[in-house]
């Protein structure tokens, strides 16, 4: 589906080639009233002429000036982050469109709609409509002279019949953009749920090796050894017997075949011991398909090689996590950049354990909580934890917002 910000760029890209057609038309001597605004209503007053170069050169650059205001702010909006100081960013878009023409303040009433959040995009559209009328009173355009003679529409029918089209015109931009605005919201969340799918299908992925090498190994070990071993005692039997016989050269072989089962028995322990020794979980795969899975923000990463080496709870735990505090910070915090840090603490002292420990840091660049209440998802986060015998501590909640998880590398 269409970003809500392109189909405004595109709007407002039809305007300017609609205000420069009819701009063109007024400097080559024909009458257009291309601009009918507050400029042009106060230079009318003034004693000017509605196809005065002046005018019309001046309010086509406060075209071109507002065209840009509302593009970057579109752009800004495509992005589905937060744009910064929005409300005060559109008022000046919409004094620009108030000074030039009635119809452009409908497009920043979309605009509007889609970068505000509902209850604010509301009353922006409910002031565009007071504006409107406001301006309407105040600096009336000329009416039109009927060939059959004045108007008999009574004066409060032609206001209410105002009011009514401006609250439609209104009503209609600001629910299109709130349309708008709520498939982009759940084309946000469709994103973040298929990137922490991703991730966890990385990591089920590892632990499903995991699980496969830890069953080589136990078979290799319960089949292999156990017959070797077996043999090693055939073997030191027959050597007692032969030795029995004084058959010295008999006993001779059949000792170094004892020597050699004896030692692969051992080079098949060893094997097992050391396959059993890296039987651990690389979390970095899961953690980079996670940030390439969610295009809203950047989300940088930085792990260090011994926080690669992770057992699989202690990898599950920290994933999920990671997951809960990114799509915070999407969700709640509105962050444009989340860094997340992993590194190892070989001598971490929790609680009355010393041993290493892996350190998770998730820092973003949101809007914070300057009022911190816990909800579901830190509460969960800081129970994982506890049960791996670690914890979670929220070390920054203005500006942005940082929290920080530590743990012991296996469980």
């Given at each position: ?81 937060a744009p910064r100081a929005a409300l005060s960013r559109l008022i000046l878009i919409d004094l620009l469109a108030i000074c030039v023409t009635p119809g452009l303040p409908f497009l920043v009433t979309a605009l509007a709609a889609v970068v505000l ?186 792990i260090a090689p011994g926080a690669r080496d992770l057992s699989p709870r202690v990898a599950h735990a920290l994933l999920r996590c990671v997951q809960e505090a990114v799509t915070n910070s999407v969700r709640h915090a509105q962050a444009s950049r ?74």
């Open positions: 589906m269409t970003q809500p910000g392109v189909v405004l760029r595109i709007a407002v890209l039809s305007v300017c080639l609609l205000e420069l057609t009819a701009t063109v038309a007024s400097l080559l001597g024909y009458r257009s009233d291309a601009f009918d605004g507050v400029v042009a209503a106060i230079y009318l007053r003034m004693g000017g002429s509605s196809n005065d170069r002046l005018l019309v050169l001046s309010c086509f650059f406060l075209v071109l000036l507002f065209a840009w205001a509302f593009w970057r702010l579109a752009v800004i909006s495509s992005t589905e982050q959040r509902a209850r604010a995009a509301f009353l922006f559209a409910l002031a565009q409509v007071a504006i409107s009328l406001l301006l309407n009173v105040l600096l009336p355009l000329p009416e039109p002279v009927a060939a059959n003679g004045p108007s008999n529409v009574p004066a409060w029918l032609d206001g209410l019949g105002l009011v009514m089209a401006m609250v439609a015109l209104h009503g209609m931009a600001f629910g299109l953009g709130r349309m708008a605005a709520a498939e982009a919201e759940k084309r946000r969340w469709l994103q973040v749920m298929l990137a922490e799918r991703l991730s966890a299908e990385q990591l089920q992925a590892e632990q499903l090796r995991y699980s496969e090498r830890t069953l080589m190994a136990r078979e290799l070990h319960d089949v292999v050894g156990h017959h070797l071993t077996a043999l090693n005692m055939q073997l030191q039997l027959g050597g007692a017997l032969l030795q029995r016989h004084k058959t010295e050269g008999a006993s001779q072989a059949v000792e170094k075949a004892r020597e050699c089962a004896a030692q692969l028995l051992a080079d098949v322990r060893a094997a097992v011991s050391q396959q059993r020794s890296s039987q651990r979980i690389d979390l970095s795969a899961a953690l980079h398909a996670l940030a390439e899975g969610i295009a809203l923000i950047r989300i940088e990463l930085d989340v860094r997340i840090t992993l590194s190892v603490d070989e001598m971490a002292d929790i609680g009355a354990a010393m041993s290493p420990h892996i350190r998770v840091s998730i820092d973003d660049d949101g809007k914070g909580a300057p009022r911190l209440n816990p909800g579901n998802g830190l509460q969960g986060m800081a129970e994982r934890m506890a049960e791996l015998g670690g914890r979670m501590q929220v070390l920054r909640t203005h500006p942005g917002f940082k929290i920080e998880l530590c743990c012991p590398r296996t469980v």
